[in-house]
């Protein structure tokens, strides 16, 4: 079974383009939230034996695939420190607390791009965001998200890669300050080859799956207008734009020849966030563009989750029509064709 689905996963990618092993094209993989597991409140919260790598292996092939791969880290990955998030009742608060030990696996399934710009990034305060990047320096990989650290750069195969990354949360640049983010952006886009810009932003949910076009609040919280977001960080230089937040995918869109994801939703979230329903679909994007980050080509490989357990490869292709007939309704006049095997070209 494992070589089957390997074998799958490798012409399910190299089919979709005869030129995609060329020198002039750039392959960059996006997923959205991965958070693999929490040892906050209890270690009950990790995967059996600690062995992250399992619940993350069926995308590892694709990941190395790619000659960059996103993720955005939901919570820090810090030792057994006591939280700065205060919660009365940790059956309905949320925090977490990745043992550093797990990080490794992320190096290993190739993620080399890395957002800490989210909600659950000070869950443990200046401690576990320092302690990430420390983790992230000492692998050699980009991350960024915070005020100090809004950007980051990375050096691969001869070319480089900004990466920025913005929330709505307090310790990050604002996803709302459009002036500190255009300055952000068009500085990469000067010093760079490809600028990936990661947000997260808009409403929670499955009765969110839709681009509003317009400013969204979710539980008395300003998560932005991210279409409009998307398309400023676009005209400042951005070539591709991540999006997550939501916890579940979003339609994609085109702009100017550059490739929109407004929500990656969840990707690998072991226990503690909801996977049930379209909560639980996990998209891996493949986006593929030319050298100067005008789009190409992309495809949406379909993974889902269950209840405390890793990701598996989809062979229905359900995320992949999710998004399909997200993008319809929410873009009717997108310049993207969108298969139901997840295949996305230019029309």
């Given at each position: 079974m494992i070589a089957r689905i390997s074998t799958l996963f490798l012409g399910l990618l190299l089919s979709t383009s005869a030129f995609s092993q060329t020198d002039s094209l750039v392959r960059i993989a996006g997923v959205g939230d991965i958070n693999l597991g929490t040892s906050f409140p209890s270690?009950?919260?990790?995967?059996?034996?600690?062995?992250?790598?399992?619940?993350?292996?069926?995308?590892?092939?694709?990941?190395?695939?790619?000659?960059?791969?996103?993720?955005?880290?939901?919570?820090?990955f810090v030792g057994e420190v006591p939280p700065a998030k205060r919660c009365k009742d940790t059956t309905k608060c949320y925090i977490f607390r990745t043992p550093p030990a797990y990080f490794p696996t992320l190096i290993d399934a190739g993620i080399n791009l890395m957002s800490v710009a989210n909600n659950h990034s000070f869950d443990f305060g200046p401690v576990?965001?320092?302690?990430?990047?420390?983790?992230?320096?000492?692998?050699?990989?980009?991350?960024?998200?915070?005020?100090?650290?809004?950007?980051?750069?990375?050096?691969?195969?001869?070319?480089?890669?900004?990466?920025?990354?913005?929330?709505?949360?307090?310790?990050?640049?604002?996803?709302?300050?459009?002036?500190?983010?255009?300055?952000?952006?068009?500085?990469?886009?000067?010093?760079?080859?490809?600028?990936?810009?990661?947000?997260?932003?808009?409403?929670?949910?499955?009765d969110y799956v839709n681009v509003p076009k317009k400013r969204e609040y979710f539980l008395g919280e300003d998560r932005g207008d991210v279409y409009e977001f998307s398309k400023?960080?676009?005209?400042?230089?951005?070539?591709?734009?991540?999006?997550?937040?939501?916890?579940?995918?979003?339609?994609?869109?085109l702009y100017k020849d550059r490739f929109i994801a407004f929500s990656l939703g969840n990707f690998c979230t072991y226990s503690r966030i909801s996977v049930s329903g379209v909560n639980g679909y996990a998209p891996l994007i493949m986006v593929t563009t030319k050298t100067n980050g005008t789009f190409v080509e992309a495809k949406i490989?379909?993974?889902?989750?269950?209840?405390?357990?890793?990701i598996s490869f989809d062979a229905q292709d359900r995320v992949a029509?999710?998004?399909?007939?997200?993008?319809?309704?929410?873009?009717?006049?997108?310049?993207?064709?969108?298969t139901d095997d997840g295949t996305v070209t230019k029309r």
């Open positions: 270690k009950a919260f990790l995967p059996p034996n600690n062995n992250a790598a399992a619940i993350i292996a069926p995308a590892v092939e694709l990941f190395k695939l790619a000659d960059v791969a996103f993720g955005n880290l939901e919570g820090p576990g965001v320092n302690s990430t990047f420390a983790l992230i320096d000492s692998f050699g990989v980009a991350g960024a998200g915070t005020i100090e650290r809004p950007y980051a750069i990375y050096y691969k195969d001869g070319r480089t890669y900004g990466l920025c990354a913005f929330s709505p949360n307090s310790g990050v640049v604002s996803i709302n300050d459009y002036a500190r983010v255009k300055q952000i952006v068009q500085y990469l886009d000067t010093i760079v080859d490809i600028v990936v810009v990661s947000f997260h932003g808009g409403a929670e949910g499955k400023m960080v676009i005209d400042a230089g951005a070539d591709v734009v991540f999006g997550h937040g939501p916890h579940v995918p979003r339609a994609i869109h490989h379909s993974f889902t989750q269950s209840f405390r357990s890793g029509k999710f998004i399909k007939n997200l993008t319809l309704k929410d873009f009717p006049d997108s310049p993207l064709l969108i």
